[in-house]
Every structure is written in structure tokens, then in C-alpha cells.
């Protein structure tokens, strides 16, 4: 079955480090997009990526970096410049076209937590 | 700029009674309207969404929504809510329809009593 597959479903970050993580489609979505999502503030987009090899900063950029070097895989890495990591992030796709344009697709998240 | 607004954080029903979510937007032109579903600890699942013609938005588990314009709204509603409800509702509007980037409101939390 086509979908998103997060992964770590958990992850644990020592102050200063980088993270990286992953998200991958078998859906042939051409956007991606990774949000941010704190208790009591909904989502926050972080980065989306509407085609291979480019990307949009969203609302809250600062502190994460993102590729798109294939169609499948949109990962996130989470620098130690953020200064508030902890929260669950979590990564959708949507195609671009056609009878389902602006259907969302999630997948299950990531939860970070910085110890 | 567009925005969301859910002006209920939490709401609690007893199971079986009817149910209303408030959703309202700000956006100058028609938007793309949607409401999603969430589990403790996992993604959001689409509900339904409203991209033109009718108003009432029939979805999947018997939810339905409405828009209407001149109150700038897409409120959710279900006749009789099951247990299995109880989860976070989102509602979100696209008004940047080249990007096609969701813009999510802070949630609704439901709580159904038995």
C-alpha cells in the first residue's frame, strides 16, 4: 500500500547536536511538506518542497535545513540552532495535480525530544 | 495574510449527541477549506474538504461541514458522536493556491463521555 513512512518514531537529542529526520513516499507525490507541531498552536510549516531539487522556507525555517534530492525523500535535519527542538514533527505530501490536488498526506511522526 | 481560527480549544459531549466544531477563516477570495483528524501520537487523516459548488461537504465517519461565506466558516458537524470520535480536529485553509500549503488552526481537542 502507497503511504508515508517516518522514521524514528522517537529520537533523542543532546543539546548541540544535529538530527536528521527521515520521510519517504511511494505515493509519486510531487510536494512534500515537514510541520511542527507544539500542544495548544496547531502546525506550523517548516519547510515544503513542491518539486525534486527545490525547496521553500515555511513560517519557522530558522534552525532546520532540508533536501530533496529525490522524488521519494524529504529529509529534515534539525541543527543545534534551534534553540527549542522538542515537539512532534511531522511530514506530508500531496500530488499536484489532478482530482485530488490538495489532498494531504501524513505520516505518522516523529517525536523529538532534546535530553 | 490567511489565518485560521478554532475558537473552541476542547469540547466535550456525551457519546451520542450531536456534535459542532467552529472553524473561521480569514482570506479574501474563496479559499480551499479542509478539516483533519487526529489520534494521540500519530498523523492527521482528511476528514473532508471544500473547494467550490455546494456549500454542505459531506465526509468520511459520518462528519459533514458547511461553508458559509458570509460568516467566513466551515464549521464541522455529526449527528451522534461514537467513543471513537475523541481526538484533536483541525481545520485548514489553502489560500495560496500555488503553493498549495496548508495553513492549519490551533485544534480542537473532543472529549466524548459515555
Known amino acids: 500500500d502507497g503511504g508515508i513512512t517516518q522514521s524514528p518514531k522517537y529520537l533523542f537529542r543532546k543539546e548541540g547536536q544535529n538530527v536528521t529526520l527521515s520521510c519517504e513516499q511511494n505515493l509519486n507525490h510531487d510536494a512534500m511538506y515537514w510541520y511542527r507541531q507544539d500542544p495548544g498552536q496547531g502546525l506550523r510549516l517548516i519547510y515544503y518542497?513542491?518539486?525534486?531539487?527545490?525547496?521553500q522556507k515555511g513560517d519557522i525555517a530558522e534552525g532546520y535545513s532540508v533536501s530533496r534530492e529525490k522524488k521519494e525523500s524529504f529529509p529534515l535535519t534539525v541543527t543545534s540552532a534551534q534553540k527549542n527542538p522538542t515537539a512532534f514533527y511531522l511530514c506530508?505530501?500531496?500530488?499536484?495535480?489532478?482530482?485530488?490536488?490538495?489532498?494531504?498526506?501524513f505520516g505518522s511522526g516523529t517525536r523529538l525530544t532534546v535530553v | 495574510a490567511q489565518s485560521v481560527t478554532q475558537p473552541d480549544i476542547h469540547i466535550t459531549v456525551s457519546e451520542g449527541a450531536s456534535l459542532e466544531l467552529r472553524c473561521n477563516y480569514s482570506?479574501?477570495?474563496?479559499?480551499?477549506l479542509f478539516w483533519y483528524v487526529q489520534s494521540p501520537g500519530q498523523g492527521l487523516q482528511l476528514l473532508l474538504k471544500?473547494?467550490?459548488?455546494?456549500?454542505l461537504v459531506q465526509g468520511i465517519k459520518g462528519f459533514e461541514a458547511e461553508f458559509k461565506r458570509s460568516q467566513s466558516s466551515f464549521n464541522l458537524r455529526k449527528p451522534s458522536v461514537h467513543w471513537s470520535d475523541a481526538a484533536e480536529y483541525f481545520c485548514?485553509?489553502?489560500?495560496?493556491?500555488?503553493?498549495?500549503?496548508?495553513?492549519f488552526g490551533q485544534g480542537t481537542t473532543l472529549q466524548v463521555k459515555p
Open positions: 482570506y479574501g477570495a474563496t479559499p480551499y
Open positions: 518542497s513542491q518539486i525534486v531539487n527545490d525547496f
Open positions: 506530508a505530501s500531496s500530488p499536484r495535480d489532478g482530482s485530488d490536488l490538495y489532498g494531504y498526506t
Open positions: 485548514a485553509v489553502d489560500g495560496s493556491s500555488n503553493t498549495g500549503k496548508l495553513i
Open positions: 471544500y473547494f467550490s459548488g455546494d456549500t
